[in-house]
């Protein structure tokens, strides 16, 4: 980005020259020439600093460093005629590059005012190689100024844009990578630093590599994964063309100044030279030309799209030039996106069908200061084009800058969501996983289909978010419509021993049958109930008594008969999809009008008419499937996510070695005991019972904040941080905890053993893991009596044994355990997000946004 003291100290230099060179285009080659200069002069003080010697300036040559040309003992005849030998004479400097040399060609200092030379060195002085990509800034802040400059259409990329495209593109080592038309090599240099990045041992360990704004560039990564054979190839693997010498000049410079020993930067014309039309690349990226010179280039015969247009050129070679699992990233004017020439249409009309995976729609004002032009940015890969029927747009109204002409950063930048969308698009295409539009509101799919249905192929997203808007707005139907509603038998059959299982609402869960407390019936009950309201597999069962709403969709690999549940069947003529309309029944919409609905005062019922007489929106079929699809994706990750959480339990592989100890011998057994009421009289104390910890998993919830005077009379175990809380009642003796943190006021129910570690001996941790073990529960159920609630006291929990690693063990069982469940705490999480997933889709169908 252009800062204010670059851009001041160009002005300066072209105030000090103007007098003396009115020419703007040699105003560009002098400033660029001298900031090379002052560039050697800088790398080669770096290597004297650092204890080396000279290199660039030595020799013979060591008499034109910088420092002799701004000593001060000089007089101004004499600077002035040292610089002009020297510009004149580096291009024979046997110590510097070929690349050097090549730039310095023909150089020479066209005036001969010593006053005007002093100045205009002094500013030039203020650049240093330290921040070396000024040398970029400078000299395209010096192209916005030209007179020549916007019939060339040639506009500076923002860094941050740069980085988005090849961040999104994502090159690789090994992979070959050009820009058509490289200006200052903007692209290659990111490219180069993104490849750095992604094979760099200290950016790899980073959790969120998503695309940020000022999170490190590659420059200072180490690159350390990169083998010698990789970094030997990574320059030559990096091309780039351009049609004017000063941009070459300066690419050449630019590359070198990161590393390149022998950029490969070529004076090339890519739209009228065949020389390199046989070569293919990986990636291509690019901010070509936007305009074409007055009566239109002349292109050889071997482009696809006749056109004398360079937009539409550059964008056909850039399709033309991929290999054939290559990707592109380009930046467009609006002509590409929606002009009806044929040209534009033909081009348009490839892309789309062989080429095209998204449309980034940019802010006009990016492009400032140099232009309000109004751009977009093509994202091409052949692979991902042939995966889908669809084409993503994005449409970036605030990419992280003021659209003004000071550009001043702010912080609502949209680019690093975007950029997470696009990545996560592309995964789903190449792993079938669905992707979650509804969660990117800037983003729209659009059929090529539809895309293509006039003819005209425009790829303006706009044009297609009625495609998106027409799913809130759907035909509301009555179920009865579209579906045989019934209802299961009222009656009470006579149970049997042995028979089959009648269902009634209790036995409907969370999307199944809960067979584990069923009555039994009879054959000629089952048959006579059947008559009327037999259950096939794919109906919908949903609870019309008690546990209203819930359905379910019916599996009948087990006979069975249901009573008052009503049966929801499917007309064979109808165009709808069960697991759609059991999703919208499951909607909290549809269940918050169950509730608001039921009558009964002690048990709450649904009529079988008011079930028949509901709602239902209904889209086209297609949708319908669309829908199913994601929310079936989002389900069978919940269900891996749930087998996670559901069976995992803390395991700790005993070695036969260890001694077996009684948790006496290692933990204090309650060794606090207060009385509430008098240690803390009138005050809010923080009381923790059975409730507090989530049985199964141990998990603490939280304190119940309560008046001593109401606290229970037994409520007398005192607790610290890092004791082990173990229920002593059954059924809860899985609900144990660990207490991290203890509130000053706190007190536990006399429901729990206290175990306090005796630390010498043993981690707390181990021990909250120890007493978690089956082993250790089924010491505990053995030592219970008989009653409704059974119970062990202290000196049960005492004698309760388990084994004892050496500490250092401990820590690594302690460790490792701790890593699963933030593993298993994480598959939690990732239920929640998916199942508000599932909500906000429906809810999208209702035409609302989920809470």
């Known amino acids: 980005m252009l800062d204010s003291e670059t851009k001041s100290r160009i002005d300066t230099a072209r105030d000090i020259l103007v007098g003396k060179i009115p020419n703007p285009q040699a105003q560009v080659e002098q400033i660029t020439i001298a900031m090379i200069y002052k560039f050697m002069d800088d790398m080669d003080r770096q290597v004297e600093e650092a204890g080396g010697k000279r290199k660039f300036f030595s020799g013979t040559y060591s008499r034109y460093s910088w420092q002799n040309l701004m000593s001060p003992k000089l007089g101004g005849l004499e600077v002035l005629n040292l610089y002009s030998d020297a510009i004149q004479k580096m291009d024979l400097n046997p110590n510097i590059p070929l690349l050097f040399r090549e730039i310095f060609k023909n150089a020479y200092l066209p005036y001969k005012d010593p006053e005007t030379l002093r100045s205009f060195l002094k500013t030039i002085n203020g650049f240093t190689y330290d921040h070396s990509e000024r040398l970029g800034d400078a000299f395209e802040y010096l192209l916005s100024i030209l007179g020549s400059q916007g019939d060339a259409g040639q506009f500076r990329t923002p860094r941050h844009i740069i980085d988005f495209m090849v961040y999104i593109t994502d090159p690789q080592k090994g992979e070959t990578i050009l820009d058509p038309a490289c200006g200052t090599a903007g692209f290659l240099i990111s490219s180069y630093k993104h490849i750095l990045k992604n094979n760099s041992s200290e950016y790899l360990k980073k959790i969120d590599r998503s695309f940020s704004f000022g999170s490190e560039n590659g420059e200072s990564c180490s690159g350390d994964k990169l083998t010698p054979d990789d970094r030997r190839k990574l320059p030559k693997n990096i091309r780039g063309y351009d049609i004017s010498p000063d941009m070459v000049r300066l690419s050449l410079v630019n590359l070198y100044l990161h590393g390149f020993a022998e950029p490969n930067i070529f004076e090339y014309d890519t739209l009228t030279s065949e020389d390199k039309w046989n070569e293919y690349y990986n990636v291509i990226l690019a901010n070509p030309p936007f305009m074409s010179p007055k009566g239109g280039i002349r292109p050889h015969k071997r482009f696809s799209i006749e056109s004398n247009r360079s937009e539409v050129l550059f ?130 799919l659009a059929p090529k289909t539809k895309i293509s ?141 169950f509730q608001n609905s039921a009558k009964g005062a002690t048990q709450k019922f649904l009529p079988l008419n008011f079930i028949r007489s509901l709602l239902i929106p209904l889209p086209p079929l297609e949708v319908q ?89 037994r409520a007398r175990r005192g607790i610290r941080p890092g004791d082990v809380l173990l229920s002593t009642v059954r059924p809860n003796l899985k609900a144990f905890t660990i207490l991290k943190k203890v509130h000053e006021r706190a007190i536990a ?25 089956d082993q250790a529960v089924n010491q505990m159920i053995s030592m219970m009596g008989k009653g409704a609630y059974p119970s062990i006291n202290q000196s049960d ?33 990732l239920i929640k997000i998916f199942e508000s997933k599932i909500k906000s889709k429906i809810s999208s169908v209702w035409g609302e946004e989920s809470e």
């Not at 297609?464 to 759907?474: A, K, L, N, Q, V």
């Open 625 to 713: 499937k669309e829908i199913v699809a994601e929310i079936e994706g989002y389900q069978k990750i919940i269900d891996g996510a749930r087998q996670i959480v559901d069976n995992y339990k803390p395991r700790i592989n005993i070695d036969p070695t260890w001694p077996m100890v009684e948790l006496g011998e290692v933990c204090e057994i309650n060794p606090e005991t207060i009385n509430p009421k008098s240690k803390f009289p009138k005050q809010t104390i923080y009381y923790v019972d059975i409730s507090s910890v989530e049985n199964e998993t141990g998990q603490f919830l939280g304190y119940k904040e309560i008046l001593v005077s109401e606290a229970p009379s």
């Open 797 to 829: 929990v005492a004698v309760i044994k388990i084994p004892l690693p050496p500490l250092e063990t401990q820590q690594e069982i302690v460790s490792r355990i701790e890593r699963e469940q933030e593993l298993v705490n994480a598959n939690k999480e």
């Open 315 to 444: 964008v056909d070679y850039i399709a033309e030039h991929l290999t054939q699992f290559g990707r592109a990233a380009v930046i467009v004017p609006e002509g590409i996106i929606f002009q009806s020439g044929t040209a534009y249409k033909s081009l348009r009309k490839m892309l789309v069908e062989n080429h095209l995976y998204s449309v980034v729609s940019l802010p006009a004002g990016v492009f400032n200061p140099y232009s309000g032009v109004k751009t977009s940015i093509l994202l091409m890969d052949k692979t991902l084009s042939k995966r889908t029927e669809n084409i993503l747009f994005a449409k970036v109204e605030n990419d992280g800058f003021d659209l003004g002409a000071q550009r001043r950063a702010n912080t609502k930048g949209e680019l690093p969501e975007t950029a997470k969308a696009i990545k996560e698009y592309k995964e789903s295409l190449l792993t079938g996983k669905n992707f979650p539009i509804e969660n990117y509101p800037n983003l729209l």
């Open 453 to 593: 249905s006039s003819g005209d192929y425009n790829l303006s997203g706009e044009r297609y978010r009625e495609i998106i808007s027409g799913i809130i707005d759907y035909e509301m139907v009555k179920l009865e419509d579209i579906c045989d509603v019934r209802d299961g038998t009222h009656e009470s059959p006579k149970y049997v021993n042995n028979g089959y299982p009648l269902i009634t609402s209790k036995n409907l869960k969370n999307g199944y049958i809960d067979f584990t407390d069923v009555n039994l019936i009879s054959r000629k009950d089952l048959d006579a109930i059947n008559i009327r309201s037999k259950v096939e597999q794919g109906d919908i069962l949903m609870p019309m008594i008690g546990t209203i709403g819930n359905p379910i969709i019916a599996d009948t690999s087990r006979e069975y008969a249901v009573k008052n549940v009503a049966i929801i069947k499917f007309k064979s003529e109808s165009k709808v999809i069960n697991v759609f309309i059991k999703a919208v029944l499951s909607s909290p919409q549809m269940q918050k009008h």
């Open 749 to 773: 129910s006399t429901g729990f053993a206290i175990l306090r570690a005796k630390i010498k001996h043993v981690l707390p941790e181990y021990i909250h893991f120890s007493v978690f073990s």
